[in-house]
Protein backbone atom coordinates (compact mmCIF):
# COMPACT_ATOMS: atom_id res chain seq x y z
CA UNK A 1 0.00 0.00 0.00
CA UNK A 2 1.50 3.49 -0.93
CA UNK A 3 0.36 6.17 1.03
CA UNK A 4 2.98 8.38 -0.39
CA UNK A 5 0.82 7.78 -3.93
CA UNK A 6 -2.02 9.15 -2.90
CA UNK A 7 -0.83 12.04 -0.97
CA UNK A 8 1.31 12.80 -4.12
CA UNK A 9 -1.43 12.80 -6.34
CA UNK A 10 -4.37 15.48 -6.17
CA UNK A 11 -6.89 13.23 -7.54
CA UNK A 12 -6.62 10.25 -5.32
CA UNK A 13 -6.03 12.91 -2.30
CA UNK A 14 -9.68 13.86 -2.94
CA UNK A 15 -10.86 10.51 -3.07
CA UNK A 16 -9.58 9.82 0.44
CA UNK A 17 -9.89 13.34 1.90
CA UNK A 18 -14.49 12.48 0.72
CA UNK A 19 -14.50 9.74 3.02
CA UNK A 20 -13.60 7.13 0.29
CA UNK A 21 -11.91 4.07 1.08
CA UNK A 22 -8.75 4.18 -1.24
CA UNK A 23 -6.26 1.79 -1.47
CA UNK A 24 -2.88 1.78 -4.14
CA UNK A 25 -1.95 -2.50 -4.15
CA UNK A 26 0.56 -3.89 -7.05
CA UNK A 27 0.08 -1.04 -9.25
CA UNK A 28 -3.73 -0.47 -8.93
CA UNK A 29 -5.85 1.81 -7.03
CA UNK A 30 -8.63 0.26 -5.07
CA UNK A 31 -12.03 1.63 -3.76
CA UNK A 32 -13.27 -1.03 -0.76
CA UNK A 33 -16.71 -0.97 0.78
CA UNK A 34 -18.82 0.33 -2.59
CA UNK A 35 -22.43 -0.54 -1.73
CA UNK A 36 -24.24 -2.08 -4.56
CA UNK A 37 -27.26 -4.27 -4.81
CA UNK A 38 -26.87 -8.16 -5.66
CA UNK A 39 -28.76 -10.49 -7.67
CA UNK A 40 -31.09 -11.46 -4.25
CA UNK A 41 -32.14 -7.95 -4.26
CA UNK A 42 -29.77 -7.59 -0.76
CA UNK A 43 -27.62 -4.61 -0.30
CA UNK A 44 -23.54 -5.60 -0.06
CA UNK A 45 -20.12 -4.08 -0.41
CA UNK A 46 -17.67 -4.62 -2.46
CA UNK A 47 -14.11 -3.37 -4.06
CA UNK A 48 -13.96 -0.91 -7.38
CA UNK A 49 -10.48 -1.76 -8.94
CA UNK A 50 -8.81 0.34 -11.58
CA UNK A 51 -5.16 0.27 -13.38
CA UNK A 52 -3.17 3.25 -12.41
CA UNK A 53 -1.21 5.37 -15.00
CA UNK A 54 1.66 7.58 -13.65
CA UNK A 55 3.59 10.38 -14.34
CA UNK A 56 6.46 9.76 -12.50
CA UNK A 57 5.70 9.69 -8.66
CA UNK A 58 1.97 11.12 -9.44
CA UNK A 59 -1.10 10.19 -11.66
CA UNK A 60 -1.78 11.17 -14.52
CA UNK A 61 -4.86 10.84 -16.78
CA UNK A 62 -6.52 7.28 -16.90
CA UNK A 63 -5.43 5.47 -19.68
CA UNK A 64 -8.35 3.19 -19.84
CA UNK A 65 -11.55 4.08 -19.20
CA UNK A 66 -12.45 0.21 -17.89
CA UNK A 67 -12.51 -0.81 -14.41
CA UNK A 68 -12.73 -4.30 -12.46
CA UNK A 69 -14.61 -5.37 -9.30
CA UNK A 70 -14.55 -7.68 -6.65
CA UNK A 71 -17.91 -9.05 -5.68
CA UNK A 72 -21.14 -9.98 -7.09
CA UNK A 73 -22.00 -7.86 -10.36
CA UNK A 74 -23.90 -5.25 -9.46
CA UNK A 75 -27.60 -4.99 -10.28
CA UNK A 76 -31.02 -2.94 -9.79
CA UNK A 77 -33.38 -3.44 -7.20
CA UNK A 78 -34.98 -6.10 -9.07
CA UNK A 79 -31.61 -8.17 -9.24
CA UNK A 80 -31.23 -7.11 -13.22
CA UNK A 81 -27.85 -6.85 -13.58
CA UNK A 82 -26.43 -2.62 -14.26
CA UNK A 83 -26.39 -3.09 -18.37
CA UNK A 84 -24.94 0.08 -18.47
CA UNK A 85 -21.91 -0.65 -17.17
CA UNK A 86 -21.27 -4.56 -17.98
CA UNK A 87 -18.19 -5.52 -20.13
CA UNK A 88 -16.69 -8.87 -18.92
CA UNK A 89 -17.52 -11.59 -16.23
CA UNK A 90 -14.33 -13.84 -15.71
CA UNK A 91 -12.04 -14.41 -12.81
CA UNK A 92 -9.17 -12.30 -13.20
CA UNK A 93 -5.58 -12.13 -11.18
CA UNK A 94 -4.42 -9.01 -11.08
CA UNK A 95 -2.02 -9.38 -8.70
CA UNK A 96 -1.30 -12.76 -6.60
CA UNK A 97 -4.00 -11.33 -3.42
CA UNK A 98 -5.69 -9.38 -5.63
CA UNK A 99 -8.01 -10.97 -7.92
CA UNK A 100 -11.48 -9.90 -9.17
CA UNK A 101 -14.78 -11.30 -10.92
CA UNK A 102 -15.61 -8.41 -13.15
CA UNK A 103 -15.22 -5.64 -15.12
CA UNK A 104 -16.96 -2.34 -16.51
CA UNK A 105 -16.93 -0.25 -18.97
CA UNK A 106 -18.20 3.09 -19.69
CA UNK A 107 -16.69 5.77 -20.97
CA UNK A 108 -17.95 9.59 -21.05
CA UNK A 109 -17.62 11.30 -24.35
CA UNK A 110 -14.57 13.68 -23.36
CA UNK A 111 -12.51 10.78 -21.48
CA UNK A 112 -12.18 10.14 -17.90
CA UNK A 113 -10.12 13.32 -16.24
CA UNK A 114 -8.79 11.98 -13.47
CA UNK A 115 -8.98 8.95 -11.16
CA UNK A 116 -11.25 10.88 -8.86
CA UNK A 117 -13.68 11.64 -12.09
CA UNK A 118 -12.99 7.89 -13.10
CA UNK A 119 -13.58 6.16 -10.02
CA UNK A 120 -16.81 8.15 -8.36
CA UNK A 121 -18.75 8.02 -11.39
CA UNK A 122 -18.47 4.36 -11.42
CA UNK A 123 -19.17 4.10 -7.89
CA UNK A 124 -21.95 6.55 -8.33
CA UNK A 125 -23.37 4.21 -11.00
CA UNK A 126 -23.03 1.07 -8.74
CA UNK A 127 -24.14 2.77 -5.48
CA UNK A 128 -27.23 4.49 -7.06
CA UNK A 129 -29.96 1.32 -5.99
CA UNK A 130 -29.24 0.77 -2.85
CA UNK A 131 -28.76 4.40 -1.88
CA UNK A 132 -32.09 5.18 -3.53
CA UNK A 133 -33.82 2.78 -0.81
CA UNK A 134 -32.01 3.74 1.79
CA UNK A 135 -29.83 7.38 1.86
CA UNK A 136 -27.30 6.56 4.80
CA UNK A 137 -25.74 4.02 2.38
CA UNK A 138 -22.86 5.31 0.58
CA UNK A 139 -18.91 4.39 -0.09
CA UNK A 140 -17.98 7.19 1.83
CA UNK A 141 -17.43 5.39 5.51
CA UNK A 142 -14.14 7.98 6.29
CA UNK A 143 -12.77 5.16 7.73
CA UNK A 144 -9.32 5.64 9.76
CA UNK A 145 -6.54 5.75 7.28
CA UNK A 146 -3.26 4.01 8.75
CA UNK A 147 -0.06 6.30 8.38
CA UNK A 148 3.29 4.43 6.97
CA UNK A 149 5.84 5.10 9.99
CA UNK A 150 8.36 6.67 7.50
CA UNK A 151 6.15 9.36 6.17
CA UNK A 152 4.33 10.64 9.19
CA UNK A 153 4.78 12.02 12.86
CA UNK A 154 0.90 10.78 12.81
CA UNK A 155 -0.22 7.02 13.72
CA UNK A 156 -3.05 7.91 10.96
CA UNK A 157 -3.62 10.14 7.88
CA UNK A 158 -3.99 13.84 8.38
CA UNK A 159 -7.19 13.64 6.31
CA UNK A 160 -7.99 17.63 7.72
CA UNK A 161 -5.27 19.67 6.28
CA UNK A 162 -5.42 17.73 3.25
CA UNK A 163 -9.44 18.11 2.68
CA UNK A 164 -8.78 21.58 3.50
CA UNK A 165 -5.64 22.24 1.21
CA UNK A 166 -3.46 23.52 4.41
CA UNK A 167 -0.86 20.32 3.91
CA UNK A 168 1.84 22.73 3.22
CA UNK A 169 0.79 25.54 5.57
CA UNK A 170 0.50 22.14 7.96
CA UNK A 171 3.90 21.70 7.18
CA UNK A 172 5.29 25.63 9.23
CA UNK A 173 4.57 23.99 12.34
CA UNK A 174 7.15 20.43 11.88
CA UNK A 175 9.18 22.03 14.85
CA UNK A 176 10.76 20.80 17.97
CA UNK A 177 8.48 22.09 20.83
CA UNK A 178 8.37 21.05 24.46
CA UNK A 179 5.43 22.00 27.33
CA UNK A 180 7.24 22.69 31.15
CA UNK A 181 3.99 21.52 33.54
CA UNK A 182 1.30 19.27 32.60
CA UNK A 183 -1.28 20.69 34.77
CA UNK A 184 -4.57 21.99 33.28
CA UNK A 185 -3.34 24.52 31.15
CA UNK A 186 -0.14 22.41 29.58
CA UNK A 187 -2.20 19.43 29.08
CA UNK A 188 -4.46 21.58 27.06
CA UNK A 189 -1.50 22.77 24.89
CA UNK A 190 -0.50 19.39 24.83
CA UNK A 191 -4.06 18.42 23.06
CA UNK A 192 -3.14 20.95 20.63
CA UNK A 193 -0.15 20.27 19.92
CA UNK A 194 -0.37 16.50 19.02
CA UNK A 195 -3.02 17.46 16.35
CA UNK A 196 -0.08 19.21 14.60
CA UNK A 197 2.89 17.67 12.39
CA UNK A 198 5.40 19.05 15.31
CA UNK A 199 8.30 16.48 14.99
CA UNK A 200 8.97 16.02 18.70
CA UNK A 201 7.18 16.58 21.00
CA UNK A 202 8.59 16.89 24.98
CA UNK A 203 6.46 16.18 27.76
CA UNK A 204 8.42 17.73 31.51
CA UNK A 205 6.41 17.41 34.57
CA UNK A 206 7.24 15.37 37.85
CA UNK A 207 4.03 15.67 39.16
CA UNK A 208 1.41 12.39 40.02
CA UNK A 209 -1.73 12.65 37.94
CA UNK A 210 -4.50 12.58 40.23
CA UNK A 211 -8.08 13.37 41.30
CA UNK A 212 -8.31 16.72 41.34
CA UNK A 213 -6.11 17.04 38.10
CA UNK A 214 -8.49 15.62 36.30
CA UNK A 215 -11.02 18.46 36.12
CA UNK A 216 -9.10 21.01 34.86
CA UNK A 217 -7.60 18.51 32.38
CA UNK A 218 -8.43 17.09 28.62
CA UNK A 219 -10.36 13.86 28.92
CA UNK A 220 -12.71 12.06 31.01
CA UNK A 221 -10.07 9.06 32.76
CA UNK A 222 -11.91 6.77 34.91
CA UNK A 223 -11.98 6.38 38.23
CA UNK A 224 -9.65 2.55 37.91
CA UNK A 225 -7.21 5.04 35.49
CA UNK A 226 -6.83 7.41 38.40
CA UNK A 227 -6.31 4.60 41.01
CA UNK A 228 -3.05 4.17 39.33
CA UNK A 229 -1.55 7.30 40.47
CA UNK A 230 1.13 7.21 37.17
CA UNK A 231 2.80 10.24 36.40
CA UNK A 232 1.27 13.04 34.51
CA UNK A 233 3.81 12.72 31.49
CA UNK A 234 3.15 9.15 31.06
CA UNK A 235 -0.81 9.66 31.44
CA UNK A 236 -0.63 12.06 28.86
CA UNK A 237 1.45 10.46 26.60
CA UNK A 238 -0.49 7.25 26.43
CA UNK A 239 -3.82 9.06 25.76
CA UNK A 240 -1.90 11.56 22.81
CA UNK A 241 0.34 8.80 21.62
CA UNK A 242 -2.89 7.18 20.14
CA UNK A 243 -2.63 9.96 17.49
CA UNK A 244 1.12 11.46 17.24
CA UNK A 245 4.19 9.08 17.36
CA UNK A 246 6.63 11.86 19.07
CA UNK A 247 5.92 12.30 22.01
CA UNK A 248 8.44 12.13 25.06
CA UNK A 249 7.67 11.56 28.52
CA UNK A 250 10.35 13.43 31.46
CA UNK A 251 9.21 12.71 34.83
CA UNK A 252 10.96 14.98 36.77
CA UNK A 253 11.14 18.84 37.76
CA UNK A 254 13.38 20.90 36.30
CA UNK A 255 16.43 22.83 38.36
CA UNK A 256 19.32 24.11 38.26
CA UNK A 257 21.82 21.30 37.26
CA UNK A 258 18.74 19.79 34.57
CA UNK A 259 17.69 23.02 32.76
CA UNK A 260 19.93 21.83 30.09
CA UNK A 261 17.76 19.49 28.70
CA UNK A 262 15.54 22.18 27.80
CA UNK A 263 18.80 23.27 24.86
CA UNK A 264 17.70 23.15 21.15
CA UNK A 265 13.99 23.24 20.64
CA UNK A 266 12.25 25.31 18.45
CA UNK A 267 10.14 27.00 21.29
CA UNK A 268 9.22 26.10 24.88
CA UNK A 269 5.38 26.17 26.77
CA UNK A 270 5.63 27.44 30.08
CA UNK A 271 2.80 26.43 32.10
CA UNK A 272 3.80 26.56 35.63
CA UNK A 273 1.87 28.83 38.87
CA UNK A 274 5.26 28.96 40.64
CA UNK A 275 7.15 32.70 39.88
CA UNK A 276 10.29 31.18 41.30
CA UNK A 277 10.23 27.76 39.25
CA UNK A 278 8.91 29.90 36.09
CA UNK A 279 12.20 32.77 36.83
CA UNK A 280 14.70 29.78 36.91
CA UNK A 281 13.39 28.63 33.77
CA UNK A 282 13.14 31.92 32.01
CA UNK A 283 16.61 33.16 32.55
CA UNK A 284 18.08 29.47 31.13
CA UNK A 285 16.04 29.80 28.12
CA UNK A 286 16.91 33.55 27.58
CA UNK A 287 20.60 32.50 28.17
CA UNK A 288 20.06 30.15 25.44
CA UNK A 289 18.59 32.10 23.10
CA UNK A 290 15.24 29.30 22.96
CA UNK A 291 12.02 31.28 22.05
CA UNK A 292 9.32 30.27 24.43
CA UNK A 293 5.47 31.36 25.27
CA UNK A 294 4.96 31.23 28.88
CA UNK A 295 0.91 30.95 29.82
CA UNK A 296 -0.23 32.07 33.25
CA UNK A 297 -3.66 32.79 35.02
CA UNK A 298 -5.17 34.86 38.02
CA UNK A 299 -8.42 34.09 39.86
CA UNK A 300 -9.49 36.09 42.15
CA UNK A 301 -12.67 35.61 44.48
CA UNK A 302 -14.77 38.83 44.97
CA UNK A 303 -16.43 37.57 48.48
CA UNK A 304 -18.93 39.73 48.52
CA UNK A 305 -20.59 38.91 45.26
CA UNK A 306 -19.48 34.92 45.24
CA UNK A 307 -17.97 35.67 41.96
CA UNK A 308 -15.02 35.29 40.43
CA UNK A 309 -12.69 37.09 38.19
CA UNK A 310 -9.89 35.92 36.35
CA UNK A 311 -7.26 36.73 33.44
CA UNK A 312 -6.00 34.97 31.10
CA UNK A 313 -2.02 35.89 30.16
CA UNK A 314 0.09 34.46 27.21
CA UNK A 315 3.66 36.36 27.14
CA UNK A 316 6.09 35.55 24.34
CA UNK A 317 10.12 35.95 24.20
CA UNK A 318 12.05 35.75 21.20
CA UNK A 319 16.17 36.50 20.86
CA UNK A 320 14.83 39.47 19.22
CA UNK A 321 12.04 40.65 21.50
CA UNK A 322 12.67 40.20 25.22
CA UNK A 323 12.64 43.63 26.59
CA UNK A 324 9.20 43.01 28.34
CA UNK A 325 10.25 41.08 30.84
CA UNK A 326 8.81 42.95 33.80
CA UNK A 327 5.22 41.31 32.50
CA UNK A 328 6.01 38.01 33.65
CA UNK A 329 5.38 36.90 37.66
CA UNK A 330 8.96 36.13 38.41
CA UNK A 331 8.27 35.53 42.33
CA UNK A 332 6.04 33.02 44.42
CA UNK A 333 2.86 34.41 45.94
CA UNK A 334 2.54 34.45 49.21
CA UNK A 335 -0.95 35.07 49.35
CA UNK A 336 -4.20 33.12 48.93
CA UNK A 337 -4.37 31.98 45.10
CA UNK A 338 -7.44 30.41 44.55
CA UNK A 339 -5.77 28.74 41.28
CA UNK A 340 -3.30 26.53 43.37
CA UNK A 341 -6.44 25.25 45.26
CA UNK A 342 -7.29 23.54 42.04
CA UNK A 343 -10.63 25.04 41.86
CA UNK A 344 -12.34 23.45 38.51
CA UNK A 345 -11.43 26.04 36.31
CA UNK A 346 -11.24 24.03 32.90
CA UNK A 347 -12.21 26.58 30.39
CA UNK A 348 -10.18 28.87 31.61
CA UNK A 349 -7.09 26.51 31.34
CA UNK A 350 -8.32 25.34 27.70
CA UNK A 351 -8.71 29.10 26.24
CA UNK A 352 -4.83 29.95 28.32
CA UNK A 353 -3.73 27.21 25.90
CA UNK A 354 -5.63 27.83 22.48
CA UNK A 355 -4.25 31.74 23.14
CA UNK A 356 -0.48 30.00 23.44
CA UNK A 357 -0.97 27.86 20.65
CA UNK A 358 -2.12 30.56 18.34
CA UNK A 359 0.92 32.36 19.71
CA UNK A 360 2.78 29.67 18.16
CA UNK A 361 0.95 29.04 14.92
CA UNK A 362 1.82 33.02 14.40
CA UNK A 363 5.36 32.83 14.61
CA UNK A 364 5.57 29.65 12.39
CA UNK A 365 3.84 31.48 9.67
CA UNK A 366 0.63 29.65 9.98
CA UNK A 367 -1.98 32.16 10.69
CA UNK A 368 -0.60 35.43 9.59
CA UNK A 369 0.38 37.84 11.70
CA UNK A 370 -0.52 41.94 11.56
CA UNK A 371 0.51 42.68 15.03
CA UNK A 372 3.32 40.64 15.92
CA UNK A 373 2.07 40.90 19.12
CA UNK A 374 3.93 39.58 22.39
CA UNK A 375 1.73 40.20 25.41
CA UNK A 376 -1.72 39.06 25.64
CA UNK A 377 -4.74 38.85 27.95
CA UNK A 378 -7.93 38.28 28.38
CA UNK A 379 -10.39 39.44 31.67
CA UNK A 380 -13.44 37.41 32.24
CA UNK A 381 -14.89 40.14 33.94
CA UNK A 382 -14.74 42.59 31.15
CA UNK A 383 -14.64 40.25 28.29
CA UNK A 384 -11.39 42.25 27.16
CA UNK A 385 -8.82 41.12 24.68
CA UNK A 386 -5.64 43.36 24.87
CA UNK A 387 -2.68 42.64 23.15
CA UNK A 388 0.72 45.22 23.38
CA UNK A 389 4.54 44.84 23.27
CA UNK A 390 4.88 44.89 19.88
CA UNK A 391 7.43 42.69 18.05
CA UNK A 392 10.75 44.35 16.89
Known sequence: MSRSLISRSPDLTRLQDEGYEVEVRAGYLLVHSV?????????????????????????????????HF?????????????TQIKHQSVRT????????????????????????HKMSRYIEIISAPPSSRDSSVTAKTFAPVPALDDESVFQYEDTASSRANIRSLSAKLAKRVAIVGLGGTGSYVLDQLAKT??????????????QHNAFRAPGAPSVEELRQKVSKVDYFKGIYSKMHKKIHAHHLYLHEKNLDLLS??????????????????????????????????????????????????????????????????LSDREDDDLYKQSIQIA?????????????????????????????????????????DEIGA
Do not use: Q
Open 197 to 210: PATDIHLFDGDTFL
Open 93 to 116: ELASDLVTSHSFSNKPAEGYRDYY
Open 264 to 329: GFDVVFICVDKGGVRKMIVEALLGTGVPFIDAGLGVELIAERAELVSVCRVTTMTPSKNDHIHRLP
Open 70 to 82: VGDHPCDLSGKEI
Open 347 to 387: DLNALNALLAVLKWKKMCGFYADEEGEHHTTYSTSMNLLTS
Open 35 to 67: PYVNERGETALGTLVSDLTLAGDVTTTPGSHVA
